[in-house]
T-cell receptor
């Protein structure tokens, strides 16, 4: 299975941009890059996903390296509500070794300070 | 539109007891799955279903059974609870394999 590597923790000041990195050097050509976050005592929440091109939505932006071996989740203005664990996940095609699973690692714990 | 609903939110079981964790979704999603999350860990897949009548095992299926008789419901059964099954359980659903997954709020299970 393709694996992802994220820093254990990061810290940001409120209202500043946050760049959360993810390395996935063994990514295959058909793997999608998904980001989820988990706020304290809640279920995971979808943030964004992409394949090759950079993606934007109301929550965040996803910047994907040209060789697809790394990606960065960008929160444009961090708020206290963004304090959560952020998971970078590769989704493989059904029928592959990892199948349907969302393979959560330990993620990056983001601390936002006022 | 309630999304993914899990019941109960909290449960304490004695070793050897059986119980069923309920999961229901009202979004007409084909894909449903169960995960467990142990303290300080990421989620691990227990079982999943790609449609009514179709289920398969995930990473940690031992001690759990599932069935999918309707599109809406995907119950998880603990056959004989063990302390190692103390965990938070999350149910998720999605329209297709690569689309946004919606998670329930979780069931916190303690086995004593």
């Amino acid at each position: 299975d393709a694996k992802t590597t994220q820093p254990n923790s990061m810290e940001s000041n409120e209202e500043e941009p946050v760049h959360l990195p993810c390395n996935h050097s063994t990514i295959s050509g058909t793997d999608y890059i998904h980001w989820y976050r988990q706020l304290p005592s809640q279920g995971p929440e979808y943030v964004i996903h992409g394949l090759t091109s950079n993606v934007n939505n109301r929550m965040a932006s996803l910047a994907i390296a040209e060789d697809r071996k790394s990606s960065t989740l960008i929160l444009h203005r961090a708020t206290l509500r963004d304090a959560a664990v952020y998971y970078c996940i590769l989704r493989a095609l059904p029928g592959s070794d990892s199948g349907y699973a969302l393979n959560f690692g330990k993620g990056t714990s983001l601390l936002v300070t006022p | 539109n309630a999304g993914v609903t899990q019941t109960p939110k909290f449960q304490v079981l004695k070793t050897g007891q059986s119980m069923t964790l309920q999961c229901a979704q009202d979004m007409n999603h084909e894909y449903m799955s169960w995960y467990r999350q142990d303290p300080g860990m990421g989620l691990r897949l227990i079982h999943y279903s790609v449609g009514a009548g179709i289920t398969d095992q995930g990473e940690v299926p031992n001690g759990y059974n599932v069935s999918r008789s309707t599109t809406e419901d995907f119950p998880l059964r603990l056959l004989s609870a063990a302390p190692s099954q103390t965990s938070v359980y999350f149910c998720a659903s999605s329209y297709w394999w690569d689309t946004e997954a919606f998670f329930g709020q979780g069931t916190r299970l303690t086995v004593v």
